[in-house]
Nanobody, 123 residues
Framework: QVQLVDSGGGLVQAGGSLRLSCAGSGRNFGNWNMAWFRQAPGKEREFVAIRDANGPTNYTESVKGRFTISTSGDTFQPTVVLQMNSLKSEDTAVYYC???????????????WGKGTLVAVSS
């Protein structure tokens, strides 16, 4: 059974830091994209950061220079970390880990999500 377990959320004051972590298990994730999304109350889920299959990282404009995505582990048990610094009240959201990629035979694509971890930033 494939699982993405995300953790590390909490309540923090504006200007503070949090480190989110996501542990994948249950299959060979191969050289897949690993990302974080977030969903604020009353809003659509939005992209935050990604480390794509080829290694480069990309961030939504509002978090550039404050958030850093990194990955470790192996293709069977990858870990995706989002280091969040200089947090702002507008960063308040449920954060979701995402790992997605093509099957090795290219017959389909898989897209897995964690259950989310709440980040609340008080101003």
């Amino acid at each position: 059974q494939v699982q993405l377990v995300d953790s590390g959320g909490g309540l923090v004051q504006a200007g503070g830091s949090l480190r989110l972590s996501c542990a994948g298990s249950g299959r060979n994730f191969g050289n897949w994209n690993m990302a974080w999304f977030r969903q604020a109350p009353g809003k659509e889920r939005e992209f935050v950061a990604i480390r794509d299959a080829n290694g480069p990282t990309n961030y939504t404009e509002s978090v550039k220079g404050r958030f850093t995505i990194s990955t470790s582990g192996d293709t069977f048990q990858p870990t995706v970390v989002l280091q969040m610094n200089s947090l702002k009240s507008e960063d308040t959201a449920v954060y979701y880990c995402n790992i997605a990629g093509w099957l090795t035979d290219r017959t389909g694509r898989r897209n897995y999500w964690g259950k989310g971890t709440l980040v609340a930033v008080s101003s």
